[in-house]
């Protein structure tokens, strides 16, 4: 959690979805801070309320348990869903469906933005030797990298046709340190995952916007010059964990194409029955 | 159907999907003279199978069932679907699921190459005074748009990931004429419909493709540069029919988002239910 | 004159300035069959008004005159000012002074489109062994072309502000017939700068767009396919009088900048006093 | 002023035009530094001339005293001029017709160098959400925006055809402290724009060179990639005043054009009389 | 040979080198027509020379004798060289060193342009489905791409360097008739490879141009947008062989990298011994 | 020397060629701590090899030779062959020659990555007021840079083709400390140096990659943005010599060549004989 909130701003009710997964328990206590309200959701059973906070368990796919989980929001900060390489049938109801239903009950409750946790896997058959900004083409590497790309499209009609709100947080790897090689260039620290939602929640005008979830890692693929209007601003590197990391993993195989192309390990997944 | 054949290639066994909607019928005679069996599919009632052809009653939502359509195919050409704006349960299980259903068919059975029927809608909120390509990111007018933005994504996917090629026809408005003024800038004679797919399916190395289907309309909103590759050159133009159209709807509304955006009415269309 | 009118669309009213110099005098009769009534002024004598015609002699300087001359107005297809170099006071009359009393004045008569004679030597200084399009910088090769770049942006501010629509036409060289070697490029046949006019008056929404005025010429470095959503297609080129213009001007001073430059003698004039 | 003067490069004169102004005011003594002589000038009475000052009380629509005043100047630093949004007989006389007798002055005495306050209200019109660098075409919010994107072209001829070069400097808003939320993103402090006036001045080759007068304020929708050969480096930044700022103005209406586009409250200022 | 000349333009002396080859002895009876003496040369024996010829045999590796083969030159078409994959030692005999001796030559005896016969093996690692146009990389696709990629390079610096203008010709396939699918996109006919060195020799300004020497197939996978200048408009077509050579060759091998990418059977040569 | 190895990463054997000459002087001791051992190569005579070290006296002209010296090596940093402006003999063989020999060795012995030593005289015509990027077309400003250029093509086929990889390195002026105003902007400090080689060494995936090796130089004229994906991030920069430098050499000739293009005095020599 950041010593100093990030902004002064305080928004009367904030929606964290899918608040029990690995990002929404980290995000639960510093959303927290930036809201009077906290409305937490998850399809999985939640810590119980604490002072201020709100808990609603429920299934994304439920349209119109999501159209009532909206109501009186300000904001969304949506986590739900599922965040890994997954059957289609899994994929579709929580990814597909569920971000449907979730645009729709915005617009029905009048929610007016939205920060919508994408992900790297968007663009994950894009080579690691090519570096890629908001501009640069979808090339999903699975299932779940669809079904983000599929998300930020429907948010991008919500906003051209309805006038809701995105940001779209490409995140890269979101855990309390890097891993392996390929999160010395996408990994993004929970502090900066902070920073980065709260940017994303107070820019006075965001449209569409599309921004690369990462900390200040020196050897990134990604280039948010096209993002800077949101003003995410990193204050950790993946780069003070290189030696550890290069201790632990010298060789990659440069045939592997996890090795070859952005999404890691993901572009070798085939279709899971 | 075109005097002499577009090509002198043929293909064993072609499939057409959607072949009992307004271009599936106008494509079924067009494509029987290209490969040795024509096989065809829609979900409604098809005219009896003639000589050469193979007549399949099919819902794309089921899975089991687009894996039997594709055994023994060399191409498809994908027309199924949807093709208006619908409530998204329609939208979901014909251009969603049903796209996923064929590309993993396509992948099962070794299908090399398909034809998808994407739409303008997928750019629908571009403005008329705008001209894209193929490089511009998607901006769908509505749940139809989106499903199609979905496929061309899908394919991306799957030819990436899976080496299946496809090709991406934006489809304006192919009808027998052009009924509007919008349509001297979008519509696709059913000629040119015919050199469009056929060119899609005889180009020898497509990848990834989008192509902007329109006749050689002097008005037109679409740079088709990035697909020169193809060989698709129109014969027909939407031009000559400009007086007559322009004499029956010589007044646009210039506030009216109809008029003002490339996906025409379709970005009036609130959702569906 | 156009055998077959280039629209079967007709304006009540279209305000034609500059009618009295030489592409108003070329376009007074061609503009003549588009509308009801054809208004035309000048700051010189003009030809009396013939049926359906309205003559007003007018300095574009005169806020108030302008203001009158733009009452019931459809369209106005902008040729008045100045269109050689000239010493700066006259430029600024004419063309600085000028250009913001018809546009202050049709935001006032609620004037929605204006057809703006731009010229090529707003590109001036680019070389001529570049390719521009609608997207390149300006370069303007002296005080006219200056005053050209300013109408532009001028049109896009009441674009942007006031819904004023624009087409800026930047125009090559429109004589009866190309005069010398550059023209072969940037020559615009009187029947092509018909086309334009009633396409850039006839398209559906044009917001602010710009549009190099040239025939069909092999040789041009202009780049028009941003403007393609215009309709504008010439059917005349400088092609056909290739051979008589380089017998006549076989040789070409290579260190000439009007050689060079896409201005040609324009960017060898110093200001004039 | 800084501490350390940010060059060791010293002119023997330089001219400060609109040195009585806000801006003038405070660079004045900082400028001083740099040279054997700051020659002053401002339409309105200036601060009595101090060692190593001349000061010249003089209206910028004067083209003779304007040559006069740049005889035996080696470069400008050019402030003059108004710098809201006023009528347009104010923005002609001192923006338009004071440009062109500065640059017309500049090629008769032999300036090489410009450094020429340009405004962010040349691109006003772009929104909030977009970034904007130095090839994006200019869309200003109102008369005094035009008028500095015509000081801009007519900075380009004057490269093009006479060889004097200059720094268009895109100013944000150079005050002693961000006043708002939108100034968090356009600040530019008195020190950065020292650092930046003489980074203009000292860089070897400028050219025509367009660089956005900011500090280093993260949310920023400037980039200024392409002016990275000025050596401009800010050391300050808006983000210190960010709690304060969002403290005061907790909500911004977010259908309020001044919230939406660049230009702020410029964009909803109509025409002044 | 084309029944009117492409130009009324006569150069006193032409200088083609590579005479003796394929493309040098297609050539040398049509540039006959366009000056009053043309010098022959070629590492092999020539026909003898005819009225108005000359006639030298001479190594590309002699550098004196390439000076003084240029001697009262006024332009040179350059074929000289190998121009098929051969061992490293040819390769840089004659399209290295030749070329540097032949532009060594024109600095020295004043000869002020080449047309320089490049090739489209200079791109041959771009893939076929993608269009490429005349300021993408080069991706040669062996030793005799890479040597042109050279002389591209090479006339770049005497341009920019010497004032020696160029225009590279990225000839395709120039043949009677196309005789592969490849060449269905790749082909130049005899008249439009006239066409092109005519236009090329013509065009009163080319500094560097780089520009793709096919006919007008449907099929190319070249955008020559940014050589409009140069006024090359091709008149053939190798669309009218599609029936035929699709005939003769129906199947293409997908995974074959001569099918993959632009350079056909080029990509798989490895180096020579 | 770095206090900390810029990684923890360690080849077998890494190969550095011209370590005799002024920056593989420098490298030498540096790269030891990457490597079990370090072989050496030169022209010219080497210091004798020390503990984990070996050392080859070698003309790279020489193929046999640069074969053997490829046998068993890891990875090569390519610093051999001339660095200066020099006759065409000596670029010729040292670097056309040379570059080749190495590359082929280097398919030959299954080495799958080089630094290679390219320049920024690669880019020395673009002017200093533009900043170039790895998608700049090659402007060379001598022999010197052409023949890096030419390397980088070779470098491109060796990847596409075999599967070598390259990081092209367009060194600016790698030197104790800058010498010149020039160097204030090229200036690559000897640790940023060791942390960009090192960097090229360890980046997991490189294929063909183009990067600017500068210092952190506020005023350079690079944009190394899309190198990213390298991890190089320089520690070091010019600015702290700035005010030395312009003490020492306040003035330049903005009309000498040397001043206004990248290349500096390079674009000033003429060949050598």
């Known amino acids: 959690m950041l010593a100093q909130p990030a902004t002064a701003l305080r928004w ?19 959303l927290r801070r930036y809201c009077d309200v906290l409305r937490l959701s998850d399809i999985a059973v939640l810590e119980p309320a604490g002072e201020g906070e709100e808990v609603v368990q429920l299934d994304l796919a439920d349209a119109d348990g999501v159209r009532s989980l909206l109501t009186g929001v300000d904001a969304v900060v949506h986590l739900g869903g599922v965040s890994t390489e997954q059957p289609w049938a899994a994929i579709l109801g929580a990814n597909i469906v569920g971000a449907y239903n979730l645009y729709e009950a915005a617009r029905r409750q009048g929610v007016r933005r939205i920060v919508f946790a994408s992900s790297n896997h968007v663009m994950g058959f894009w080579r690691q030797d090519e570096v890629v900004d908001a501009q640069s ?6 299932l779940y990298g669809l079904s983000k790309a599929f998300g930020e499209d429907l948010a991008r009609l919500y906003w051209d046709k309805h006038g809701i709100e995105t940001v779209a947080l490409r995140i890269g790897s979101s855990f309390p ?9 996408t990994w993004l620290s929970y502090d900066d995952l902070e ?5 994303s929640l107070s820019a006075p005008v965001v449209g569409w916007s599309v921004v690369y979830g990462i900390s200040d890692n020196s050897a990134a693929f990604y280039d948010n010059r096209l993002a800077r209007h949101l003003g995410y601003r990193p204050r950790d590197s993946a780069d003070v964990f290189r030696d550890r990391i290069e201790a632990r993993q010298p060789v990659l195989d440069p045939n592997d194409p996890a090795t070859i192309y952005q999404g890691g390990a993901f572009v070798r997944t085939g279709p899971i029955e």
């Open 12 to 30: 009367p009710r904030l929606l964290l979805t899918g608040a029990a997964g690995g990002l929404g328990r980290e995000l639960r206590p510093r």
């Open 137 to 142: 083409l979808p090339r999903p590497d699975g």
């Open 177 to 185: 340190e890097p891993r392996d090689r390929r999160m010395l260039k």
């Open 195 to 199: 920073r980065l939602v709260v940017a």
